[in-house]
């Protein structure tokens, strides 16, 4: 019992810090849907996301956007191909092993915020440490300063009803802040904003990115994907990345 | 929860879980892929806390609803409650009514004439001693209502002075039988045996009788006239413990209502004994062989109520049926709580979804969605007991009722709240654990 804990350290790829293992490994990644008929919604691909990256993935509605958001936040398991996260093969990985890899690692951040209308902004960023035994002590004082960096310290209580569109979402990323992951992972995180706010949420992105947050940002939208170092198109399920001097 | 021992530093600025050694979660897969393989990632978990926490939460979040979804419960665990604690409150009522007056007295009637219709009354003249002989006997006598002939009346005076308006029933009793009432003098005293024995005119007035006829005093050496007969006023008797009769009545002795007036009507002869604590079953078995070895079929001797079967018969009756009430108001609790948790998971379907995308396990939200309906479920327990407890009290009040309750119906009554809830729970929980995360987040 008590030495679980020391094989699970042990067990990590070499330091999860280590600027060498690539965040997001796509190795020949693809998912099928089993038909009939059987539908490719993500064609074998390659896609190496290094630590401190932000890239955004670009593509129109019904493209794999959404297929690629599943795979690569490990809600959905991909039928070819080997995703490492952080360095951990995911194919491996029993079911609860792999909800418990996406708690840990990934900070999902949704288009719709999905914040819990009844509680107050501190306790839907606690909500992100409920399932990774965080000690409830510990709990407050993360959300608060995941709140601050988002710059809504002074909101700390308001309900969600009371914020506006850029503060839900701004809670939203805060909520995935706190959970300390490696990896944000970022659907459409503007799409139900208007431009202020949209631009707030963005800024913040790029702040986080400064300070060496890896990001990837699912968007259909071109202004949005500009502000990636590096964009990725996918069409048809087919995910591309094309030089930033051929778009240039 | 075991601590790990501490580990070297943490290398992972990601997680800092605090030394705690992750618990091992019971592995229901049968694969393991290789012995050597080891665990790579912490599972997720839920502490029971935050559990409950989530739950009322949960519950919290939408009051109106859950008063209204726990409402089925209340009323299913407060019939429950209600009945059980009236049952026993009355059953308790019926030991205190059944008390030591009525568990010592044995009543013996004259069956003579349904067996054999040319019988003679059945009681020998010899009655009270053959009875007194018994053990445990205390006083024992035969007594009968004179059926006195038309237009006799009770008066104080040889001829009539206006009291003879109402009737006055004329009883006669032995002397036993006159003890056995266990009476209270006001003045005066009780014929005896050698008055009843030797048939003398005397007579014992009840003070009500007393006081309409304008007896007051026994100084002047009063008597009563039935029909033309005189009656020496022995004594007036203020109060009984049993026959109550005897008060709104004249009394005179047995042998000497025969003389008068014959033996009693078939039928109209009874014997009361008195008996010593205990003894009552067993002297009103021995009674008619004791009074009529020839022809023990005669007379029927009635013991007191057996409380055990008292009770039993109060619990049997009319209780079912209310029980059954409680059970089917249970059951719509039940269902009012399974309708509304279904209805908060599909509402919630967002929520589940997030949580899921934030560690939780399947069986996570099972959990959290069942306990919440068991709190809901435990939460109508509780009111429902209360408010059971209450009418239990309410009704005892009016009726002037020690309440009853037993302990094990007051604490088991919440657990049948929750266990409700459980059950209520169950489905929307699985269906709750089932909803796949990719699919609740696209909303």
Redesign the interface.
Known sequence: ????????????PA???DQDVPVIEFRGVSLTYPGPPPVAALRPCELTVHRGEFITVVGPSGSGK?TFL?VA?L??APTGGTYLLDG?DTA??????R????????G?V?Q?F?L????SATENVT??M???????A?RRARARTALERVGLGHRADALPGRLSGGERQRVAIARALA????LLLCDEPTGNLDSDNAGSVLDLLGELHASGMTIVVITHDAEVAERGQRTVTIRDGILSEPSREARA | M????K??PQ????????????R??PRT?PRE?SPK???????????A??VLA?AV?GM??RPGRSVLTALGTVLGVGTFVAILGLTATTSSQIDSRFNVLTATEVTVEDVARDQNEFADPAFPADADARIERLGGVEDAGVYWNVRLAPGTAVRSAPVGDGTGSERIDVVAASPGALRAAEPTLAQGRLYDEFASGSAQPVAVLGKAVADRLGITTLETSPAVFIGDEPFTVAGIIDDVKRRADVLMSVTVPRTTAEKLWGPPQQGDAKMLITTATGAAAQIAREAPVALRPDHPEYLKAVPPPDPRTLRAGVTDDLDQLFLLLAAVSLVIGAVGIANTTLVAVLERT??I?????????GR?ITVQFLTESGALGTMGGLVGTALGVSTVIAVALVRDWTPVMHTGTVVAAPAVGLVTGVVAGLYPAWRASRIE??EA???
Do not use: C, W
């Open positions: 019992m008590s030495g679980t804990g020391e094989t699970g350290r042990a067990a990590e330091g999860t810090g959404s599943n936040g809600l959905d951990i491996a990985l029993r079911d609860g092993e909800t418990a890899l996406r708690g840990r690692r990934i999902f949704f719709s999905h819990l209308p009844h509680r909500l992100s409920v399932y990774s035994a965080v000690p409830r510990e959970g300390r992951p490696s | 075991t601590r790990s021992p580990r070297s290398r992972s600025p990601k997680r800092s879980p605090k030394g705690e050694a992750p091992e979660e897969e892929k393989r080891r665990r790579v990632v912490e599972p997720s978990r839920l502490a806390r935050d989530e939460a919290l979040q967002g929520e979804g997030l949580r899921r995308a934030l560690g939780a396990r996570h995360p990719a987040l696209r909303r």
